[in-house]
């Protein structure tokens, strides 16, 4: 089984910062894409950004030039940075990999259970 377990969510200023962590752990033969989700209250969970290949990426046109995707793929792991927020960056966080357990298998989706970003004065 794979788990993706996120960190970093919490309360800031407009104008501040977080950086967000999730980790893929257990089974893991390869990660094909992997990134960021979100969800407020009362609406769908819309791309943040995303891993689409190794080095191809795509943002939500509403974050572009304030949050950086990254990886380390030796640990399994993406993170993003956000800056500069604002109120209407608050939801749930999301993690979302597809992954291969073995060479042989097609990727499966998962997702981890979400952690809470708060942009408020």
């Known amino acids: 089984q794979v788990q993706l377990v996120e960190s970093g969510g919490g309360l800031v200023q407009p104008g501040g910062a977080l950086r967000l962590s999730c980790a893929a752990s257990?089974?893991?033969?390869?990660?094909?894409?992997m990134g960021w989700y979100r969800q407020a209250p009362g609406k769908e969970r819309d791309l943040v950004a995303q891993?689409?290949?190794?080095?191809?990426?795509n943002y939500a046109d509403s974050v572009k030039g304030r949050f950086t995707i990254s990886r380390d793929n030796a640990k399994n792991t993406v993170y993003l940075q956000m800056n500069n927020l604002k109120p209407e960056d608050t939801a749930v966080y999301y993690c979302?990999?597809?992954?291969?357990?073995?060479?042989?298998?097609?990727?499966?989706?998962?997702w981890g259970q979400g952690t809470q970003v708060t942009v408020s004065s």
């Open positions: 979302n990999a597809y992954v291969k357990v073995y060479s042989y298998n097609t990727p499966t989706e998962y």
């Open positions: 257990g089974h893991i033969f390869s990660i094909n894409a």
């Open positions: 891993f689409i290949s190794l080095s191809t990426v």
